[in-house]
């Protein structure tokens, strides 16, 4: 299982808003700091959410924030479940990361290229490289490899290694590579190079290399871009806007958004398991289309309300499965 951590900026407009200010982004808003948790085959749920002020740092808040959403993925997992925290370099940090590990999940977090690490990229040989499936990669049957221009390599790497040794994290930097297309650009024409120019991209894990190798790894890892996907969904339907002037009343705000946007993936998940459908992986903007605005009329008979639903409604099976699932009383209870 997988928990995400990142944080977003919510556009907003007025001099009233409290805590209101300029983020990274360079955009008037607030800051929400939100980790979800997904597998392999379900959609993300949000389980931690903070509301901070607009021009705060990106870390402040990460620790307890990481440890919380361990925490509550630890409680509804099987005891040997594996839990993975995926972060990108804003959070690539002791509080961060000492968190997941306390909380007994591994950690994949992206580096700064700072001096430690492109020291450590420098020292990686050339025969250490493997090419993986990446943009525009095709699949050679004959020799039974990808053919791309993007490789990965790792190496062990300790992480904040000028810290106390109580500090000090022991693990892996895997590295990717990607020809610097921006280098041809400067190139004249019909000019070749004498040796491609690379952009490296950075990560440190704790993972075991036997249950993850370099390629896995990097794939996984990669994953982590699904909390912007909840990020846009809920920019496109709660947080389109924070009511409030009121900077509570807006954290508020935040959470009704988070509950809505959970209850709706359980209903989705309800109507239509992730197995036989992509509806339980479907946006929140889709699901209310499909199944909360739903076309009907409602008539009264013998003091009973009926709805009449549409005739050849592609969700009528998805619609009836989620309103059986949830009109039925409870099971009987045997002592």
Not at 36 to 50: E, L
Not at 197 to 208: I, P, Q
Request: charged letters at 20%; glycine letters at 6%.
């Amino acid at each position: 299982m997988f928990v995400d951590v990142d944080d977003t900026v919510i556009e907003v407009h007025g001099h009233a808003k409290q805590g209101a200010g300029f983020g990274y982004n360079k955009i008037r808003g607030l800051n929400a700091l939100i980790a979800t948790v997904t597998t392999s085959g379900t959609a993300p749920v949000i389980v931690a959410q903070r509301l901070r002020k607009g021009a705060c740092a990106s870390p402040r808040g990460g620790k307890r924030l990481v440890a919380d959403a361990v925490s509550t993925a630890r409680r509804v997992l099987d005891p040997g479940t594996a839990v993975l925290v995926r972060m990108d370099s804003a959070f690539y940090g002791r509080n961060p990361v000492h968190a997941a590990l306390a909380g007994g999940a591994a950690v994949s977090v992206t580096t700064r290229m700072d001096q430690r690490v492109k020291v450590a990229i420098a020292s990686i040989g050339e025969d250490a490289w493997t090419t993986i499936e990446y943009t525009d990669a095709v699949f050679d049957d004959t020799s039974g490899r990808w053919i791309s221009r993007a490789e990965v390599a790792e190496i062990d790497f300790v992480a904040f290694a000028a810290q106390p040794k109580a500090d000090q994290v022991p693990g892996r930097l895997i590295v990717r590579r990607i020809p610097d297309v921006h280098a041809d650009k400067h190139r004249a024409a019909g000019q070749g190079g004498l040796f491609d120019v690379w952009r490296f991209h950075a990560f440190f894990t704790t993972t075991d290399p036997q249950v993850l190798d370099t390629v896995a790894a990097d794939k996984v890892h990669r994953g982590h871009a699904i909390i912007e996907q909840v990020h846009a969904d809920l920019k496109a339907s709660a947080l389109a806007h924070l009511p409030s002037g009121v900077f509570t009343a807006n954290a508020a705000w935040l959470v009704l958004a988070v509950i809505a946007f959970n209850l709706t993936r359980a209903a989705a998940s309800l109507a239509a398991p992730a197995a036989t459908s992509d509806l339980a992986r479907a946006t929140t903007a889709t699901v209310r289309r499909t199944l909360v605005q739903i076309p009907c009329r409602i008539a009264t008979s013998a003091r009973r309300l009926i709805m009449h639903l549409p005739k050849d409604w592609p969700w009528q099976t998805a619609w009836t499965q989620l309103n059986d699932r949830v009109a039925d009383p409870p099971a009987a209870i045997s002592y």
